[in-house]
C-alpha cells in the first residue's frame, strides 16, 4: 500500500512504484471517482479531437478493397446476375 499526501493547493504525488507500475508519466491524466470506501484514481486517454477526425480520415484514405477483380465485363457479369436471379425466382415459385 502507497501512502500519499495532500500538500499545497490540494496536489498529491504519486509514489515511483504505482507511477511504474501503471506507465503514468508527467502530463498523464487520471480521472477520480468517488466509491464506498474512498476515492479511486484512474489512468485515462484525452485525445484532441481533431487530432482523432485527421487520424480517422488518413486511414479511411489508406483502405483498399480486397475483393478480386472481376473477369468479365460489365454487361457480362450483369447478364450472369440476371440469370441467377431469375432462377432462384423460378425455384422459389416451383
Not at 490540494?10 to 515511483?16: A, F, H, I, K
Not at 511504474?20 to 479531437?49: C, M, Q, S
Amino acid at each position: 500500500m502507497s501512502l500519499l499526501r495532500i500538500k499545497r493547493f490540494s496536489q498529491v504525488t504519486l509514489p515511483p512504484d504505482m507511477r511504474k507500475k501503471f506507465h503514468l508519466n508527467e502530463g498523464d491524466y487520471l480521472e477520480a471517482e468517488a466509491t464506498g470506501d474512498g476515492i479511486l484514481l484512474k489512468p485515462v486517454t484525452i485525445v484532441e479531437r481533431k487530432k482523432a477526425w485527421d487520424r480517422l480520415f488518413n486511414v479511411i484514405e489508406n483502405v483498399q478493397e480486397r475483393k478480386p477483380k472481376s473477369r468479365k465485363a460489365g454487361k457480362a457479369e450483369e447478364e450472369e446476375i440476371a440469370r441467377m436471379v431469375k432462377d432462384y425466382r423460378k425455384k422459389a415459385n416451383a
